[in-house]
């Protein structure tokens, strides 16, 4: 990471070894906070950073501030403005990761009242890879732990303090030697990934579990719907899931900002179709590796271009 790394916190810029919340501050003891995760992509052709889905992600963090209670004096096309500025200072040419968050920045304990409750926003970028080896079929395990029900804390949401069921069922995957988890919901159907959403693909037709099966209202998730549609003619259906048929499934892949697309080649030691990736999701992969570098015209709306000199 550069020494003149930039950040964004209370309403103004400020080198990131300068942005610092005190120990007392509530966020960081009760999980009172909303998180996006948004990726910039290198350019190399055009010397530009392209944000993908840059309203999409804000738009999301708004409906989760109304969830907590935080009020931030920003609105969607601040943010986006806000973070392009903090893009172009920080010079990277490379890909990255944009964090904003929105917390309550008071520093209070024992104190569980949201009103009461001070709050502030800030945003870092840092240089960032592959999240998951999306280049092979993953494996995967079925966790031990259940998603949180939208009745406990709403999951269609980035709330920080969801993530630490994600956590969990990511560490206990990764101890026992697979890449990624797969996560059941409280009735026994599936939910979703650690941290990324899930498709499955029979005879040609693409399956999803709906946001009532308690996942994440994914903006990937959102583009696979538009691009299977638009560009392979499949319209995606909705339904819930049951763990058994992603065994017998010809495909599985998962989807998300930092996962991409990514297949899944085993789950719980049975082999998923081919064992490799298969034929959609792959066409899938393509369009959309494509698309998030501002590579492809059709979709250039989605992409927020940011000339790095």
């Known amino acids: ?4 790394t930039w950040a964004y916190i209370g309403g103004k810029q400020v080198k990131l ?3 610092k919340v005190g120990i007392m501050t509530h966020a960081l003891h009760y999980g009172t906070a909303v998180f996006e995760g948004i990726r910039g992509n290198w350019n190399t052709k055009n010397a530009s950073m392209i944000i993908f889905r840059l309203r999409e ?3 999301r963090l708004i409906r989760g501030t109304r969830i907590l209670l935080i009020d931030i004096p920003y609105d969607v096309d601040e943010l986006c403005n806000i ?8 010079e990277y040419k490379q890909d990255v990761y944009i964090r904003p968050i929105a917390y309550k920045s008071a520093e209070k304990i024992a104190n569980l009242k949201l ?7 800030a945003l870092m970028i840092i240089p960032f890879g592959d999240y998951i080896d999306s ?9 031990s732990w259940r998603r949180l029900d939208d009745t406990n804390i709403p999951p269609r ?10 956590i969990l069922a990511k560490t206990e995957a990764v101890l026992a030697g697979f890449d990624e988890a797969i996560i059941l919901n409280q009735s026994g159907s599936v939910s979703e990934g650690s941290g990324e959403n899930l498709f499955i693909v029979n005879d040609g037709e693409i399956t999803t579990p709906p946001l009532s099966d308690n996942n994440l209202d994914g903006i990937t998730r959102n583009c696979v719907f538009e691009i299977a549609k638009q560009e392979l003619g499949i319209g995606i259906k909705e339904k819930t899931i049951f763990r058994s048929e992603l065994y017998l499934a010809d495909e599985v892949f998962l989807t998300g900002t930092a996962a991409h697309i990514t297949p899944v080649g085993q789950l719980d030691k049975r082999t998923i179709g081919t064992g490799e990736t298969g034929q959609i999701t792959t ?3 393509n369009l959309y590796s494509d698309i998030v570098r501002g590579n492809n015209s059709k979709y250039l709306d989605w992409c927020t271009s940011v000339q790095i000199s």
């Open 1 to 4: 990471m550069k020494e003149n």
């Open 17 to 19: 070894v300068d942005a």
């Open 57 to 59: 992600h804000y738009e």
């Open 83 to 90: 973070t392009t500025d903090l893009v172009h200072k920080s």
């Open 115 to 121: 009103p009461e409750l001070e709050n502030d926003f």
């Open 135 to 143: 280049t092979r079929a993953i494996n995967c395990c079925t966790s």
């Open 157 to 166: 949401v980035k709330i920080s303090g969801n993530y630490v069921n994600s």
């Open 283 to 285: 066409k899938i992969q």
